[in-house]
């Protein structure tokens, strides 16, 4: 039985969690007609600077059906679905998140590349990657030259009586029915294969929230461009049976976690953690 607890996921950078690797099951070469654009999108990945893709830790198996996640550590799952259609599920403790893929109808079955990411082409000009990292997971879109759209649907499926609402920084949050923030989306990036930044904005509309990056008006943007939302754990500490929770988690020493505990209770408040950055820890009413 899991331990309730407060949960909150912030849309920003990997989530953060220790991760039982699945068995490898890398696709077999020349055997799907996306082969070439699979391997287009690991080289995009493999374009992107260490500050913004973590290396995933292993090829993974995607999901067959949504019965079983790919990856699991007893506090958090997730699952990467073999058909992009039923989309990315997260879940960590009583709380959980579905997020649709840009253009899922279009795209092919998971294929598992050799650098671990899963990629979902597209036989047009974007494809999804979704990339499993020790602390969960990353989506992307990969934009692979200027005929591509500028928009990016994640259509999210959140629990009843949440609500997506844009913030004044330009990200977005879910909060619950009594206005308690549930999951961040901290302003989108998107980059070029030369590492330069490609103007993204997001648009919220009711539990879709669509990234849009304009590239078709540049005019040096060098393809492919990498879009990415994605998620990092948010935990906020309400009761001393938590700490352990939050520290095995987020994948921090107990000590650290007791530490922000006596730190903010002396203040009358609580500790909320998070992966973001690393680690990064204040204190919250």
Not at 175 to 182: E, L, S
Not at 230 to 250: G, K, Q, Y
Request: aromatic fraction near 6%.
């Amino acid at each position: 039985m899991r331990t309730n607890r407060t949960v909150g996921i912030i849309i920003a950078g990997a989530l953060a969690a220790t991760m039982v690797t699945a068995t490898p099951a890398l696709a077999e070469e020349g055997t799907s007609s996306y082969g070439e654009e699979d391997q287009a999108v690991a080289s995009a990945l493999g374009n992107l600077g260490e500050g913004l893709l973590q290396h995933p830790v292993g090829s993974q198996s995607p999901a067959q059906d949504n019965a079983n996640p790919v990856m699991s550590d007893g506090y958090l799952d997730v699952i990467i679905p073999a058909n992009a259609r039923d989309g990315v599920s997260m879940t960590v403790g009583e709380f959980s998140l579905g997020i649709s893929l840009p253009n899922a109808a279009t795209s092919a079955p998971a294929s598992t590349l050799e650098n671990g990411a899963v990629a979902f082409a597209s036989g047009g000009e974007s494809s999804n990657a979704v990339v499993p990292t020790e602390g969960g997971v990353r989506l992307l879109s990969v934009i692979e030259n200027e005929l591509a759209s500028e928009s990016y649907a994640y259509g999210l499926s959140i629990p009843a009586g949440h609500r997506l609402v844009a913030t004044d920084e330009g990200g977005a949050q879910i909060i619950d029915a009594q206005g308690v923030t549930k999951v961040v989306f901290e302003p989108a990036w998107a980059r070029d294969a030369n590492g330069e930044g490609v103007p993204t904005h997001y648009i919220v509309e009711g539990t879709t929230l669509t990234q849009i990056v304009e590239h078709q008006e540049l005019s040096d943007v060098a393809y492919p461009v990498v879009a990415d939302p994605l998620p990092l754990v948010v935990i906020v500490v309400t009761t001393i049976a938590m700490i352990v929770v939050a520290a095995a988690v987020l994948g921090v020493a107990t000590w650290i976690v007791v530490s922000w505990w006596n730190t903010c209770r002396a203040m009358g408040k609580y500790p909320e953690l998070s992966t973001k950055n690393g680690f990064t820890a204040r204190c919250v009413r």
